[in-house]
């Protein structure tokens, strides 16, 4: 029998380098492959962490004692982890659903009068209200210039769940195409305006108070660094000194009663915790006053 001839030494050098190229490449493939996965159970882990460090800020400002005037510093639990928190009054926003319930009229021109401010025109501002009142009522009554159930519309008929669904209202397009406009609404206050949190420019709409006084109350409201919801805020005993400061008489001051309140205490919450350079961030919305803090919405 005839045996094959020997291979030439270049060719068998050349299998071995190829058959080491193979080796090579698969090893680097799995280097590569151990690599990603530790990367990627470490941003996991970061994110985790983060996550809990939020969680841990919001569980501070939860808790029944802590108020708006709570100093809540941005707090580092280890290295690399920590948690900022901010708090605001949602009360010092105009709460959507109170400004439509019942159709009173006063409400309503405080809500056209924030829309004129919004840059919308007169015909925008009475067709997005009467939209706006037929998106929320029970009946298909349509209103002079709304709009009821159609082909290719379909209002709710009942109050707005959130902000944002404003944006599904007709006629709403002016109003909702502009950039920050959801800032200055809620559905969460209970209700009236709050004199001890809102600002210079929702202070103007309520009736019947002069610019002078506008300005000289939240100046002694937010105290010397200029700032609502710090340690050296001027806190009033009742609505009837803020009615004294605001200088109404009793009788002037029960015009309004109905559409201001004093120390809403519905929060907005934002915590944000960090780990490394990975954040997660989670907004609560709670009604305190209780023991127990009742919480209205819950987002991460």
Not at 183 to 200: E, K, R, V, Y
Not at 214 to 237: A, H, W
Not at 274 to 299: D, F, M, T, Y
Request: charge should be negative.
């Amino acid at each position: 029998m005839k045996t094959a001839p020997p291979l030439p030494r270049a060719s068998a050098l050349l299998l071995v380098l190829w058959a080491l190229l193979l080796l090579s490449a698969a090893v680097f493939g799995w280097a590569t492959w151990i690599n990603d996965s530790i990367a990627l159970h470490g941003d996991a882990n970061r994110a985790l962490e983060a996550r809990a460090m939020a969680h841990s800020g919001a569980a501070l400002a939860l808790h029944p004692r802590v108020s708006l005037r709570t100093p809540l510093p941005e707090e580092t639990l280890a290295t690399g982890m920590s948690y900022r928190v901010q708090m605001i009054s949602e009360g010092a926003k105009l709460n959507i659903n109170w400004l439509l319930r019942g159709e009173e009229p006063r409400k309503l021109i405080i809500l056209k009068q924030w829309l004129e401010r919004r840059g919308l025109d007169f015909q925008q501002r009475e067709a997005f209200v009467d939209c706006l009142l037929d998106y929320v009522d029970g009946d298909d009554l349509k209103r002079l210039n709304g709009r009821e159930k159609d082909d290719e519309y379909l209002p709710a008929d009942r109050e707005l769940q959130s902000v944002r669904e404003i944006s599904k209202v007709a006629e709403s397009l002016p109003l909702v195409s502009q950039p920050g406009w959801e800032n200055d609404l809620t559905i969460f206050s209970q209700g009236p305006i709050d004199l001890g949190s809102a600002d210079i420019e929702t202070l103007r709409l309520v009736p019947g108070l002069s610019e002078t006084r506008i300005q000289q109350f939240v100046q002694y409201r937010q105290g010397e660094d200029g700032l609502d919801g710090t340690e050296d805020d001027n806190i009033f005993k009742n609505l009837d000194v803020v009615r004294q400061f605001l200088g109404l008489t009793p009788a002037q001051f029960k015009e309004i009663a109905s559409l201001v309140s004093y120390n809403d205490p519905t929060l907005h919450i934002t915590s944000v915790g960090r780990s490394g350079k990975v954040s997660r961030q989670l907004e609560v919305v709670v009604r305190k006053g209780n023991a127990q803090p009742q919480i209205l919405s819950w987002k991460e």
